[in-house]
């Protein structure tokens, strides 16, 4: 009787095993319907990507699909979803590091929610809903002539830093703008201007977050205060312009110099590091544009440290950049995402 009944224990566990093993994969193949119905091979490469596109005057359907081909190519989301469930274990998901209070969807009261000892969201956030492909710019003088513009507009989702400008550069950076971080120094010059009217810089800033209208505007690095945040909203309401304001629960800066291994180097994670560790938690496949960290260009040409000004500098910064790059280049390689430095035409 002994050996019968370890028999059936051992049948009952194999059909449990198999129950959950098929549930699994069902829902797997719900989340991701077109893409896990093949093995995804990612072509390594010794170079950043240099991704040929269409001209501007292609139709947007056809660059979606060329699109598409690259990320073919690059792009592994079995390793993907691993590093997106590693990154929501470390409460680094948008849900917890993008926090959209509920009173700018409904004109209510104004809440400030901010807590590090906050262990779950507060009830009636906004999240970002899960988008299929994003771009991710960063604001590297590389960009200048790039022609990126149109490929980047041609993702579901586009995510910038620091209040980069759009105006007199969509032919290389393109103008969708979903959401645009906002770094602790760029939120204390905005706040000297944004209060006084009669300061000669009011006007200049009002017409920045006209030009963010529609968008999210995240203040990535912890710096904004319940009062700060409160007199944002009433800018934006009494200018009736539809920016929604999202902040971290908590500091992130060192819960994501932990995940990349960056605690003992001492340096700060840039404002790009922050927006690609979040993105990963929103989108299934992820472009990446305006990362490149050095004063010359692979053709010898000198490039500036932005590409909307014409800064020549050191690249010295409370940043460790290169090392960044460097980590960056090597999850490309391994199929997380593409990063593109060359130019996007023909």
Same mark, same amino acid.
């Given at each position: 009787?002994?050996?019968?009944?370890?028999?059936?224990?051992?049948?009952?566990?194999?059909?449990?095993?198999?129950?959950?093993?098929?549930?699994?994969?069902?829902?797997?193949?719900?989340?991701?319907?077109?893409?896990?119905?093949?093995?995804?091979?990612?072509?390594?490469?010794?170079?950043?990507?240099?991704?040929?596109?269409?001209?501007?005057?292609?139709?947007?359907?056809?660059?979606?699909?060329?699109?598409?081909?690259?990320?073919?190519?690059?792009?592994?989301?079995?390793?993907?979803?691993?590093?997106?469930?590693?990154?929501?274990?470390?409460?680094?998901?948008?849900?917890?590091?993008?926090?959209?209070?509920?009173?700018?969807?409904?004109?209510?009261?104004?809440?400030?929610?901010?807590?590090?000892?906050?262990?779950?969201?507060?009830?009636?956030?906004?999240?970002?809903?899960?988008?299929?492909?994003?771009?991710?710019?960063?604001?590297?003088?590389?960009?200048?002539?790039?022609?990126?513009?149109?490929?980047?507009?041609?993702?579901?989702?586009?995510?910038?830093?620091?209040?980069?400008?759009?105006?007199?550069?969509?032919?290389?950076?393109?103008?969708?703008?979903?959401?645009?971080?906002?770094?602790?120094?760029?939120?204390?010059?905005?706040?000297?201007?944004?209060?006084?009217?009669?300061?000669?810089?009011? =006007? $200049?800033?009002?017409?920045?977050?006209? @030009?963010?209208?529609?968008?999210? &505007?995240?203040? /990535? !690095?912890? #710096?904004?205060?319940?009062?700060?945040?409160?007199?944002?909203?009433?800018?934006?309401?009494?200018?009736?312009?539809?920016?929604?304001?999202?902040?971290?629960?908590?500091?992130?800066?060192?819960?994501?110099?932990?995940?990349?291994?960056?605690?003992?180097?001492?340096?700060?994670?840039?404002?790009?590091?922050?927006?690609?560790?979040?993105?990963?938690?929103?989108?299934?496949?992820?472009?990446?544009?305006?990362?490149?960290?050095?004063?010359?260009?692979?053709?010898?040409?000198?490039?500036?440290?932005?590409?909307?000004?014409?800064?020549?500098?050191? =690249? $010295?910064?409370?940043?460790?950049?290169? @090392?960044?790059?460097?980590?960056? &280049?090597?999850? /490309? !390689?391994? #199929?997380?995402?593409?990063?593109?430095?060359?130019?996007?035409?023909?």
């Amino acid at each position: 009787m002994g050996s019968v009944t370890i028999s059936r224990g051992f049948f009952t566990c194999l059909l449990c095993f198999s129950t959950l093993s098929t549930w699994a994969l069902c829902f797997l193949i719900m989340m991701y319907p077109s893409d896990l119905s093949i093995v995804m091979k990612h072509k390594s490469f010794t170079e950043p990507s240099q991704t040929r596109m269409p001209s501007l005057t292609t139709p947007k359907s056809d660059i979606k699909q060329v699109l598409e081909d690259e990320f073919d190519k690059h792009i592994d989301l079995v390793k993907i979803l691993k590093l997106r469930a590693k990154i929501t274990r470390q409460r680094l998901s948008s849900n917890m590091t993008m926090l959209i209070p509920p009173h700018q969807q409904d004109g209510g009261r104004v809440h400030f929610y901010r807590s590090k000892t906050m262990k779950t969201p507060p009830k009636g956030l906004q999240f970002i809903p899960r988008q299929r492909t994003c771009a991710v710019i960063g604001n590297s003088g590389i960009l200048l002539g790039s022609k990126c513009g149109a490929e980047i507009d041609a993702h579901d989702y586009v995510l910038r830093s620091n209040m980069a400008p759009r105006n007199n550069y969509t032919d290389d950076v393109g103008n969708q703008t979903d959401v645009m971080t906002v770094n602790s120094m760029a939120t204390k010059e905005a706040l000297k201007c944004i209060t006084n009217e009669s300061s000669s810089c009011y =006007f $200049k800033y009002l017409d920045t977050y006209r @030009y963010l209208n529609g968008s999210i &505007l995240w203040f /990535s !690095k912890f #710096g904004v205060s319940a009062k700060s945040h409160f007199q944002f909203v009433n800018l934006f309401r009494k200018h009736k312009l539809n920016i929604l304001i999202a902040h971290p629960f908590k500091p992130l800066n060192g819960m994501i110099a932990s995940l990349w291994n960056m605690l003992k180097k001492k340096y700060s994670p840039s404002s790009g590091l922050f927006l690609y560790t979040v993105s990963v938690s929103i989108c299934d496949k992820i472009s990446m544009y305006g990362f490149y960290p050095f004063g010359t260009a692979p053709d010898g040409s000198d490039l500036p440290y932005h590409y909307y000004n014409d800064k020549f500098n050191s =690249f $010295k910064s409370g940043h460790n950049i290169p @090392y960044e790059f460097r980590k960056l &280049l090597s999850l /490309s !390689k391994q #199929g997380y995402f593409r990063i593109v430095t060359d130019k996007c035409v023909i």
